[in-house]
């Protein structure tokens, strides 16, 4: 997925949160090029998309079919703007591969039109996929949390028995935090990333117990053509990169999937229209606003610090 | 008998002085005492030490094993000893900003102030 990952174990021997480090880092790369990747032939959804429509319905791993499931799920909140089959207008802009283009008018029309989760069609008891000639599916936006619960089930069962008292994962800036640095319940503080600043400043500071967080932001992947500044969140009912006020969207949620695919989708639905959802999966979440003003959903306000001076409380 | 007030105009300017100081010092110290802000030490190019100067208050001495010694205090670091004969290093005094540093070059120990931004989180998520 192209991500950085990053592994911390606190409260072990150095040799067995160093092995720790490199199993957790190990999964979620296995997950990667053994399941999600869209670009790697080696993975099941790239076989997935490259499958003969034909042969559809085809049968994939429970692993890859959870994944699908719940990315689909989260996405029917998002009244049309999010969806598992957006492929065909991820690969046209070229959100995928990082090689970004503004394509024509009429090459949107077309790709919006193939980005229905209507036409995708998953049987949970058969672990069966199908879905129209040409779409494509697409778990970008839910890859890294996914890295975070694989890496975050290696270090648990690692707290579980005792090797450690917790660590820390990163994969491309979605965070688990599992247990604790000291065994003592202590809790994590994560930085939020300033969305006007560079890649490690950071304008709040979350306090949390065991929690998954991801943040998205329209800092994130930028291309600029024609003197105009696209961000790589798109809006399938319009086909172009979201018009909003907001800068980015943090979320705390119960798993790494949960908290990725909610930050994009509340990204895209704005703060009001995002209330139902996180309260659905009993997630939190930050929003920031361009103007700098920041908000924060009730529970959570408490555990949010702004330590830039630029930022204000809406 | 002349009366006496218990604080004289004089007095009072004295005092007021006195405060305008210990404020001023106080300040300083605030602002001396970036958060984050530590010593990194290198001998020969590889990170020896790390001297959290954020929390550095009282005098703490690190003698390094080419026999450099170092001062921290008041979040700030100094050379205090070494054996070079120019002794330029302790001559350099007192560190006190991020990106200022002092060398020993016959020692090949260098000293750089990092840090300074609030670094005081575990991860951050972007």
Not at chain 1, 17 to 35: E, G, I, K, N
Not at chain 2, 36 to 61: C, K, N, P, W
Request: proline share 2%.
């Amino acid at each position: 997925m192209g991500s950085a990952i990053s592994v911390s174990a606190y409260g072990g021997s150095k040799e067995a949160a160093h092995s720790l480090c490199v199993a957790a880092c190990d999964a979620v790369q296995a997950l990667d090029t053994r399941v999600l990747s869209k670009t790697a032939s080696s993975s099941e959804l790239y076989r997935l998309n490259h499958t003969d429509p034909a042969a559809f319905p085809v049968a994939v791993s429970s692993e890859l079919f959870d994944a699908l499931a719940e990315t689909k799920a989260i996405y029917a909140h998002s009244g049309g703007k999010a969806a598992l089959g957006c492929g065909a207008l991820t690969s046209l802009w070229g959100m995928d591969t990082d090689e970004f283009r503004v394509p024509a008018q009429e090459e949107i029309d077309a790709a919006r039109a193939l980005c229905s989760d209507d036409t995708v069609q998953l049987d949970a008891e058969n672990n069966t996929v199908f879905f129209a000639p040409g779409q494509e599916l697409n778990l970008g936006s839910t890859g890294k949390g996914l890295g975070c619960d694989r890496a975050a089930q290696v270090l648990r069962e690692a707290v579980d028995a005792g090797t450690i008292t917790g660590g820390i994962v990163s994969v491309g800036g979605s965070i688990a935090a599992v247990g604790s640095s000291d065994g003592e319940g202590t809790s994590w503080r994560v930085g939020i990333r300033d969305p006007f600043g560079t890649a490690n400043e950071y304008f709040a500071t979350l306090t949390v117990g065991e929690s998954f967080l991801s943040t998205s932001g329209s800092y994130e992947k930028q291309f600029t053509e024609n003197g105009k500044t696209y961000h790589h969140i798109l809006d399938l009912t319009t086909g172009y990169p979201a018009e909003t006020q907001l800068v980015s969207v943090t979320i705390v949620a119960q798993t790494g999937l949960q908290s990725d695919a909610l930050s994009t989708l509340c990204f895209l639905l704005g703060e009001e229209d995002s209330r139902e959802v996180l309260e659905l999966y009993n997630a939190q979440a930050v929003f920031v606003y361009a103007d700098r003003t920041v908000s924060a959903t009730a529970s959570l306000r408490g555990s949010v610090e702004l330590v830039n001076d630029a930022y204000t409380w809406r | 008998m002349k009366e006496r007030k218990w604080i004289s105009k004089t007095d009072g300017i004295v005092l007021g002085v006195l405060v305008l100081f210990a404020a001023g010092f106080l300040l300083w110290r605030a602002v001396a005492a970036q958060p984050g802000m530590r010593a990194v030490v290198t001998v020969d190019g590889e990170a020896v030490l790390q001297i959290d100067l954020q929390s550095a208050e009282d005098a703490q001495s690190y003698t390094l094993q080419n026999g450099v010694r170092l001062i921290a205090e008041n979040h700030t670091v100094r050379f205090a000893a070494s054996d070079c004969p120019d002794g330029i290093c302790v001559e350099t005094g007192a560190l006190q900003k991020v990106g200022e540093s002092a060398a020993c070059v016959p020692n090949r120990t260098v000293v750089t102030v990092v840090g300074g931004e609030p670094r005081d989180v575990d991860v951050i998520a972007y």
